[in-house]
């Protein structure tokens, strides 16, 4: 047993289990995902009824040490999870309940709710796909292209960047994966089935600038478009229209995706 999972699971048994209103306990972040470190502490939350959830409001969580480990925990409700998923519009928050690991569940209820959201349903999929096509390409090629005609390098990086996030966040849900948190997003990258061949280089072309030149930028949108030509044919494939993808401005979209 990995060293702060047995920590977790001493400090749920230990000091959670019988308290008062605790019905379940998730283990979540590092310790969870698999890349703790010698400066990684223990993040639970700690599920309890809503009537202790109601006298306890004013004490949202805490933070102690335990064995010489820091613990950082949060009181929640079953329900208030259900809330935060049931729409499917957090990816992260759905990575992240799905590396989670139950270390307390008195009535079942906490696995039940989890393995209900455990990969996107057809539906979704399609529309989390065509929801980062639109904003992915209207950063760049397009917003950057525009700064770029207006020789403005400074914005055009930033659409650039944007870009890439949802590029990026586009190419896990092509392969039914949720989307990491950011700072483990590109060591899940090397884990996925599909992959654009050099995908490192091109974050490398697209987010380092050299000379801050408009020839610079053109050879940018280069790389971004060859990018989308990429991944086009991956959703259509995938069963988005055609005439979506090459309109998207014609279709609304419900929300903006959470990086």
Request: proline share 3%; hydrophobic share 40%; charged share 30%.
């Amino acid at each position: 047993m990995k060293p702060l999972l047995k920590v977790a699971k001493d400090f749920a048994r230990l000091r959670l289990e019988r308290a008062e209103g605790v019905v379940g306990v998730l283990l979540i972040g590092s310790s969870s995902v698999g890349y703790a470190d010698d400066s990684s502490d223990v993040d639970l939350e700690v599920f309890v009824t809503q009537k202790s959830y109601d006298s306890e409001r004013r004490t949202r969580g805490g933070y102690e040490s335990f064995r010489g480990t820091d613990i950082s925990y949060e009181w929640m409700t079953v329900q208030e999870l259900d809330d935060a998923l049931k729409e499917w519009k957090n990816d992260v928050d759905l990575w992240v309940y799905s590396k989670s690991t139950v270390l307390l569940d008195l009535d079942g209820e906490l696995k039940s709710l989890l393995a209900t959201y455990r990969r996107y349903p057809r539906k979704v999929w399609l529309e989390k796909l065509f929801l980062y096509w639109y904003h992915a390409t209207g950063n760049a090629p397009y917003d950057s292209g525009k700064a770029l005609q207006r020789n403005d390098l400074i914005s055009a990086q930033l659409y650039l960047a944007q870009a890439m996030e949802y590029y990026t966040s586009l190419i896990f849900i092509l392969n039914k994966s949720f989307v990491p948190y950011r700072k483990w997003r590109l060591l899940e990258f090397e884990k996925l089935e599909y992959r654009p061949k050099g995908y490192a280089e091109i974050l490398r072309g697209i987010l380092t600038t050299e000379k801050w030149t408009k020839q610079e930028f053109e050879a940018k949108q280069g790389i971004i478009n060859c990018l989308v030509s990429e991944l086009e044919p991956k959703l259509l494939d995938a069963g988005i229209k055609k005439e979506k993808l090459e309109n998207q401005w014609k279709f609304k979209i419900a929300y903006a995706p959470n990086l």
